[in-house]
């Protein structure tokens, strides 16, 4: 298994960028991926992409309009989402999630692929 630690949220208004830190230490990741929870709503995929597993390859939540981009860092083991034009439904906290045990995904959207969770940290967007 694998710790994560998550970083980089805050208070923005709408229209600016953040970009989210993902820590990995531990195992190799063969997969990572954010996901989001607004209050009052269920965890939803964000983005995620392939390490070991189809390396590079990224997927993207449609809502996304392409405002956001998922990247890893090698060298310092991390995963970062760089986000842009935020909204106010954007508003959320926001998980890294780590596949370190499957050797194939079926799909990185889906939560049952992912063995790692990160703490969380708070976006918020104001209008």
């Known amino acids: 298994q694998v710790q994560l630690v998550e970083s980089g949220g805050g208070l923005v208004q709408a229209g600016d960028s953040l970009r989210l830190s993902c820590v990995a230490s531990g195992r190799t990741l063969v997969a990572a991926a954010w996901f989001r929870q607004a209050p009052g709503k269920e965890r939803e995929f964000v983005a995620g992409i392939g390490i070991t597993w189809r390396e590079g390859a990224t997927y993207y939540a449609d809502f996304l309009m392409g405002r956001f981009t998922i990247s890893r860092d090698n060298s310092k083991n991390t995963v970062n989402l760089q986000m842009n034009s935020l909204t106010p439904e954007d508003t959320a906290v926001y998980y890294c999630?780590?596949?370190?045990?499957?050797?194939?995904?079926?799909?990185?959207?889906?939560?049952?692929?992912?063995?790692?969770w990160g703490q969380g940290t708070q976006v918020t967007v104001s209008s």
């Open positions: 999630a780590a596949a370190t045990f499957s050797t194939n995904i079926y799909s990185l959207k889906y939560e049952n692929q992912y063995d790692s």
